[in-house]
């Protein structure tokens, strides 16, 4: 199994046997933001810092992966393949609206959605019970 950060917050104590998001980054305020949605909303909270360690994740009850697209595309379309062989996971990329190129690639890589980052940002709540509660 691949070690990730698991994100806590003592103020929301999340169950273990919770639906699970993973967040592929390296920008701290970004996962500050998604590991406070993700407590807020009663799931468990995962991070790692590239699409090939995320590949490797065996986690119970994984419904969502978030994808930064910053660092680039390395690994995603493993990812995605990974993911949709053996569960039903959710892959959304997200990355600047002027990365068009970069969020075409990601598109086509296979992900399910593709977001510029201040969608991201606007709807994260609303995904989070999409993606990880509904689905």
């Known amino acids: 199994m691949i070690p990730l950060s698991l994100g806590s917050d003592s103020r929301s104590p999340v169950d273990p046997q919770a639906p699970a998001i993973l967040l592929v980054t390296r920008d701290l305020m970004i996962e500050s933001r998604v590991s406070g949605a993700a407590a807020a909303a009663g799931l468990r909270f995962l991070s790692t810092t590239d699409c090939l360690k995320a590949a490797g994740v065996d986690a119970p009850r994984l419904r969502l ?3 930064d697209l910053q660092p680039g595309l390395q690994g995603l379309a493993q990812l995605v393949d990974t993911l949709q062989a053996g569960r039903h996971v959710a892959v959304v990329a997200f990355g600047s609206h002027v990365a068009t190129a970069l969020l075409d690639e990601a598109r ?27 689905c």
Not at 110 to 116: N, S
Request: hydrophobic share 45%; glycine share 6%; charged share 25%.
């Open 65 to 67: 992966v978030l994808v």
């Open 108 to 134: 086509a890589a296979g992900c399910h959605e593709v977001l510029p980052r201040s969608r991201l940002h606007a709807g994260l709540e609303e995904m989070l019970r999409h993606y990880a509660l509904e």
